[in-house]
Structure formats: structure tokens, C-alpha cells
């Protein structure tokens, strides 16, 4: 079965997201990503702060890889789609990819990883969340079935 989008979020390019060209700069798309992965958490019911807070953990990024294809530029609309391609003990990767329409600008994979909020110590990805995410991935899979 093809991969089924776990979420997407839409972005539009601003001024302050471009060079000189008005071209999105490098880094802008590494916000990008990081603001649709935040919004999939909220999503799920979850805020950062809540995270923090009352579960004693923070999700960080571990590693990526981040293909530029195609640039985007002023004023254009995108969507960032992200994809679950594997969901370890104390890890997510995802596979994202930011588009103008059907169009693919980006393609990136980003391992994000459950530490604890005091130690920064790799922990388990609590149950709920578990949950959540199983949840949320088996509807997606029925409604493109």
C-alpha cells in the first residue's frame, strides 16, 4: 500500500522568508518543516508546553536529510505533507515534503527523538501519544482505502 499523509499544513511565503532574489532562503524551509511537525502535535491533541510540562519530555530533531529540487518563492502557497516512516521506542522519522500544488520543491527525512525535559536523555514515547498517532495513521490508511 502507498504511503499515506499523516498530515499537511499550509504555509505562504512571506518577504522575510526570501533573499535578495526572492527566493525562500536554505533554512527558511527547515522552519517550515518544524512548523508543520508542531502543528501535527497539536493535532494530536498535544502542545509543546504540554509536553514539557506535564509529561517531562521534549521532542527534538536527530538527524536530517533535506533534498532541495525546485525553489519556492514569494508570495506562493505550499504545503508541507509529512509522512511516519518509522515509529521506534523513542523515535519518529518522517518523511516530509513541501509542494507548490502537485509540485515537489522539497524532499527531506527527519528523525525526531523523545528526551526527557530535565536530563535531555533519550526516553520513551509515551504510551498516549502512541496511541494518538496509531489512531490518527489508521484512519488515514481507511479513508484511502
Excluded at 508543520?36 to 514539557?52: F, I, K
Excluded at 536530517?64 to 518509522?86: C, G, H, Q, W
Excluded at 520543491?105 to 514515547?125: D, H, M, W
Aim: aromatic share 10%; hydrophobic share 45%; charged share 20%.
Amino acid at each position: 500500500m502507498a504511503a499515506v499523509a499523516v498530515f499537511d499544513w499550509p504555509i505562504r511565503v512571506y518577504y522575510e522568508d526570501t533573499d535578495a532574489g526572492g527566493v525562500v532562503y536554505h533554512s527558511q524551509y527547515l522552519n517550515f518543516l518544524e512548523r508543520a511537525r508542531t502543528e501535527w502535535l497539536r493535532a494530536l491533541g498535544y502542545e509543546q508546553t504540554t509536553l514539557r510540562d506535564e509529561l517531562g519530555i521534549v521532542i527534538v530533531v536527530h538527524s536530517l536529510e533535506i533534498r532541495f529540487k525546485k525553489p519556492a518563492k514569494f508570495n506562493d502557497r505550499l504545503t508541507v505533507s509529512m509522512y511516519i516512516l518509522d515509529l521506534g521506542r523513542s523515535s519518529i522519522t518522517f518523511a516530509q515534503k513541501i509542494l507548490r500544488n502537485d509540485e515537489t520543491l522539497i524532499e527531506a527525512q527527519v528523525r525526531v527523538a523523545c528526551v526527557n525535559a530535565q536530563s535531555f536523555k533519550p526516553t520513551g514515547i509515551p504510551a498516549e501519544i502512541l496511541q494518538a498517532i496509531s489512531s490518527i495513521s489508521l484512519n488515514n490508511a481507511m479513508e484511502s482505502a
